[in-house]
């Protein structure tokens, strides 16, 4: 489901600069969500996305900028920005020695629920996540993948506008990964729920309506998918080679490109990729061990930005 640009802001982050001692783990991060919006923060460990994360779901103080969720500001009115708030987080809160319904209902009575108001609650979010026919059920029996419907379904109990998740699928099979992201758009297209997902995984990313490319504090791209691939404005040339450095000098030198070197490789994108590879390949058959094309990826996306692979000089952040 696309989100129209018209779509009213559900969440708004001006200017965020957050540290910790001496180091930065955001650098005056811009950005906002639609209202209605699958939103996806992508980048890996280090890059910024947790304490974002943090940041919105007012777990720490906002040291400079501003955020805001439908209206509410995260430092000077919290309480309303936790009201409209669903969170899930990484590590599992679950109590996997109750039943689903045990789970749910200590939950809801966390958020106040009580009688006719927390059962109907309960109703609603085991139908929304398909465990209807799993309520009786003891945690401890579920799979991955239903635990973490679980644990979806205890922060919609209060029927929040907002739902924040950060790395759902962590430890998740394939099968299980696709489930719950068929339970995500459902979500958001029959319940109208906003959703803010951190994630470090290239296909999850894909899923989103628009997202972010956070490395090392910073947005280095914003954008849907598809406007991110194609910025590229063509396909993608790896070489491998003994030597990036020297080659990518001659390449350089000899074809009028900019190749990236990486620890392994060079890359480069090129409106005529295919020709220029059988150039390549032509005038450089000894130096290169292996070279191949692909479309480009949201992976080389975030090569081309920052001039590194996605898991290089990863930090915790």
Not at 38 to 54: A, D, E, Q, S, V
Not at 85 to 96: A, C, E, H, I, R
Request: aromatic share 4%; hydrophobic share 40%; proline share 5%.
């Amino acid at each position: 489901m696309s989100v129209p640009p018209a779509a009213s802001p559900a969440l708004q982050v001006e200017g965020v600069t957050h540290r910790f001692g001496d180091r930065t783990a955001l650098d005056a991060v811009s950005l906002t969500v639609a209202t209605g919006e699958i939103f996806g923060l992508l980048g890996p460990n280090g890059g910024g996305k947790t304490t974002l994360f943090r940041l919105v779901a007012t777990l720490l103080p906002v040291q400079q900028g501003t955020i805001r969720l439908f209206d509410a500001d995260a430092t000077t009115d919290p309480a309303t920005v936790r009201r409209q708030l669903g969170v899930t987080f990484q590590s599992p809160s679950v109590d996997g020695k109750l039943t689903v319904v045990e789970n749910l209902t200590h939950q809801g009575q966390l958020y106040g629920l009580s009688g006719r108001l927390l059962s109907t609650g309960i109703e609603r979010v085991l139908a929304a996540l398909g465990l209807t026919d799993r309520r009786r059920d003891l945690v401890d029996t579920l799979s991955g993948g239903l635990k973490r419907r679980v644990e979806i379904a205890k922060s919609l109990l209060h029927s929040p506008r907002f739902l924040l998740l950060d790395e759902p699928s962590t430890g998740l099979d394939p099968g299980a990964r696709f489930d719950l992201w068929e339970v995500l758009t459902r979500l958001q297209r029959e319940q109208g729920v906003t959703i803010l997902v951190t994630t470090h995984l290239m296909e999850e990313a894909e899923r989103c309506d628009r997202l972010a490319i956070l490395d090392r504090g910073r947005i280095v791209a914003s954008g849907t998918p598809a406007e991110l691939r194609q910025s590229l404005g063509g396909d993608c040339i790896t070489i491998h080679t003994a030597e990036p450095s020297q080659l990518a000098a001659r390449v350089q030198e000899q074809f009028h490109v900019t190749p990236r070197v990486l620890t392994d490789s060079i890359r480069l994108e090129h409106p005529a990729a295919l020709d220029l590879l059988r150039d390549l390949a032509a005038a450089f058959p000894q130096e290169i061990t292996s070279i191949s094309l692909s479309k480009p990826t949201l992976e080389d996306v975030f090569i081309e930005r920052t001039g590194h692979r996605f898991w290089d000089a990863e930090t915790h952040g």
